[in-house]
T-cell receptor, first 117, second 110 residues
Framework: SAVISQKPSRDICQRGTSLTIQCQVD?????MFWYRQQPGQSLTLIAT?????????ESGFVIDKFPISRPNLTFSTLTVSNMSPEDSSIYLC???FGSGASYNEQFFGPGTRLTVL | LAKTTQPISMDSYEGQEVNITCSHN???????ITWYQQFPSQGPRFIIQ???TKVTNEVASLFIPADRKSSTLSLPRVSLSDTAVYYC???????????FGKGTRLHILP
C-alpha cells in the first residue's frame, strides 16, 4: 500500500486564476494518475502523469488547461489554469505500484476540494 | 475497456447480506473484474478483483459466472459503516488506466 498526501486539502479561488495541487507518495511508484470528481458524480480520469515526459491526457482534457508535472517517482503536480466555476470539483491523485497480486490496483489520495467563485 | 452497468442505489439493513450485481457484456479475455469502495470525503479504495468463479477476502466475495458477462459483489452482514458508493470496473492486464462507471450508492439502515 502507500500513504498519499495532497496539498492543499481544499481551496476557494477566484475565476481566471490558477491553482497547483501537489501529490506526494511515501514510496516510489510506477504510475500516477489525476482524476476529477464533481459533487455526487463518479470519477473522471484527467491524465496519466509520466515521469520524465509529458502527461497522457484523456479525451476532453488538454495540457494548456491542466498542466501536469512528475519530476520523480514520488511526486506530481496538477495545475488547474484560468479557472471558471465549472472547474469546481474534487481533484484526486492515485498511484499504482505495477506489481502485486492484482492488476491495476490503485491507491488514492484524500483529494483536493476546489471551489471557484 | 468494457462498459459496466450496475444499480444506481440500494438500501439494506444492518446484519443483512448485500449483493450488488454488475453487467459487463463486452468483457474481453484480458479483462479482470474489480470493485472499489468510496466513503464520503475519501478517495476510492480497492476491495476485490477476480477473473472467474469465486474470490473471497476479508471484506467481500466476488462471484463470476462462466460467461463472465456479469459479476456479483457480496458483502456479508453489513453494518452502518458499509454505507458507501461501490464501483464495478473492468480492467485490462494490458492497460494501466482504469475507468470508473457511475457506481452503486449503498445505504445501510439501522
Amino acid at each position: 500500500s502507500a500513504v498519499i498526501s495532497q496539498k492543499p486539502s481544499r481551496d476557494i479561488c477566484q475565476r481566471g486564476t490558477s491553482l497547483t495541487i501537489q501529490c506526494q507518495v511515501d514510496s516510489q511508484v510506477t504510475m500516477m494518475f489525476w482524476y476529477r470528481q464533481q459533487p455526487g458524480q463518479s470519477l473522471t480520469l484527467i491524465a496519466t502523469a509520466n515521469q520524465g515526459s509529458e502527461a497522457t491526457y484523456e479525451s476532453g482534457f488538454v495540457i494548456d488547461k491542466f498542466p501536469i508535472s512528475r519530476p520523480n517517482l514520488t511526486f506530481s503536480t496538477l495545475t488547474v489554469s484560468n479557472m471558471s466555476p465549472e472547474d469546481s470539483s474534487i481533484y484526486l491523485c492515485s498511484v499504482e505500484f505495477g506489481s502485486g497480486a492484482s492488476y491495476n490496483e490503485q491507491f488514492f489520495g484524500p483529494g483536493t476540494r476546489l471551489t471557484v467563485l | 475497456l468494457a462498459k459496466t452497468t450496475q444499480p444506481i442505489s440500494m438500501d439494506s439493513y444492518e446484519g443483512q447480506e448485500v449483493n450488488i450485481t454488475c453487467s459487463h457484456n463486452n468483457i474481453a479475455t484480458n479483462d479482470y473484474i474489480t470493485w472499489y469502495q468510496q466513503f464520503p470525503s475519501q478517495g476510492p479504495r480497492f476491495i476485490i478483483q477476480g477473473y472467474k468463479t469465486k474470490v473471497t477476502n476479508e471484506v467481500a466475495s466476488l462471484f463470476i459466472p462462466a460467461d463472465r458477462k456479469s459479476s456479483t459483489l457480496s458483502l456479508p452482514r453489513v453494518s452502518l459503516s458499509d454505507t458507501a458508493v461501490y464501483y464495478c470496473l473492468v480492467v485490462s492486464n494490458r492497460d494501466d488506466k482504469i475507468i470508473f462507471g457511475k457506481g452503486t450508492r449503498l445505504h445501510i439502515l439501522p
